[in-house]
């Protein structure tokens, strides 16, 4: 099972950015998917994370700004970044809990590569 992030860049305060998220491998099912962030010198925190039935959490900093989506192909997720300020640098890691296929029914947590989003002021 991979997860493979992109989109990040560099962007102005004020700008925006989509990141995307495939999951790719012997998947049987994926049950919850999720973006987090890390700064340097920072923990690693959760933005955003939507269940397979479509439920949303936010960080509170990003409530308003971000928005995290599911695409057409079950396999993959976005996160919808606007009105991005400096305190967004980071990098940014696609998540996933899912259900590898040919083995026992319960999630497993995977990781993408991480991908950097840099604002400037």
């Known amino acids: 099972v991979q997860l493979q992030a992109s989109g990040g860049g560099l962007v102005q305060s004020g700008g925006s950015l989509r990141l995307s998220c495939a999951a790719s491998?012997?998947?049987?099912?994926?049950?919850?998917m999720g973006w987090y962030r890390q700064a340097p010198g920072k923990q690693r925190e959760l933005v955003a994370s939507i269940t397979k039935s479509g439920g949303t959490d936010y960080e509170d900093s990003v409530k308003g700004r971000f928005t995290i989506s599911r695409g057409d192909a079950w396999n993959t997720w976005y996160l919808q970044m606007n009105g991005l300020s400096p305190e967004d640098t980071a990098t940014y890691y696609c998540?996933?809990?899912?259900?590898?296929?040919?083995?026992?029914?319960?999630?497993?947590?995977?990781w993408g590569q991480g991908t950097q989003v840099t604002v400037s002021s």
């Open positions: 998540q996933a809990l899912l259900v590898v296929g040919g083995g026992k029914r319960r999630d497993s947590e995977f």
């Open positions: 491998g012997n998947i049987f099912e994926i049950n919850n």
